[in-house]
């Protein structure tokens, strides 16, 4: 097994953005291990937590159940009530959009539960949002085009499935 080695403390902003780069270059796992690296010296910073979560949640389409486990792991670490709710938010969405990627049956009833959750996350997050910030809106908006432009995602019928009528 290896030692891993620390970082400085000054060397923290640069790490950072270098991890919203690796993000942004879709190297999640970079960025996850970097943001894990400045969480040994910083435990409770708020902008490395949410790229970790982020970093995470890119990386659902790989293990989707444990990658969900560890990103609500870090949310519980987000002290903020707005920051609960909107990433909170976030991993529904993000979760959804890995069923309809996977497809199969009932993929598209699971994808229109948990873009719903998303939305009602988003909706109790918007009060509470900082001045000038309207992201829980535009993400319950992306949820919201998902549902009416993928016909597939709807919620489960109501009742015993129908018979199929043979004309």
């Known amino acids: ?34 943001c894990l690296d400045i969480l040994e010296l910083d435990t409770q ?44 938010g976030i991993i529904n969405e993000r979760k959804a959009k890995t069923h309809l990627r996977r497809g199969g049956p009932g993929s598209g009833h699971h994808a229109f539960t948990l873009l719903r ?17 309207d992201d829980a809106v535009l993400r319950w908006n992306t949820c919201a085009r998902i549902i009416m432009t993928h016909a597939e995602v709807e919620p489960e019928p109501e009742g015993p499935p129908r018979p199929v009528m043979l004309e």
Do not use: C, W
């Open 1 to 34: 097994m290896y030692e891993l080695k620390r970082i400085t403390a000054d060397a923290v902003p640069a790490a950072l953005e270098k991890a919203m780069r690796y993000r942004l270059l879709n190297e999640p796992l970079e960025a996850e291990s970097i």
């Open 45 to 88: 910073n708020r902008d490395v937590l949410v790229t970790l979560l982020l970093a995470i949640t890119d990386q659902f389409d790989r293990n989707l159940g444990e990658r969900v486990h560890r990103a609500h792991a870090v949310l519980e670490r987000i002290s903020d009530a707005y920051g609960r709710l909107y990433y909170h």
């Open 117 to 133: 959750k998303a939305m009602d996350l988003f909706e109790q997050a918007a009060p509470l949002s900082p001045e000038n910030n």
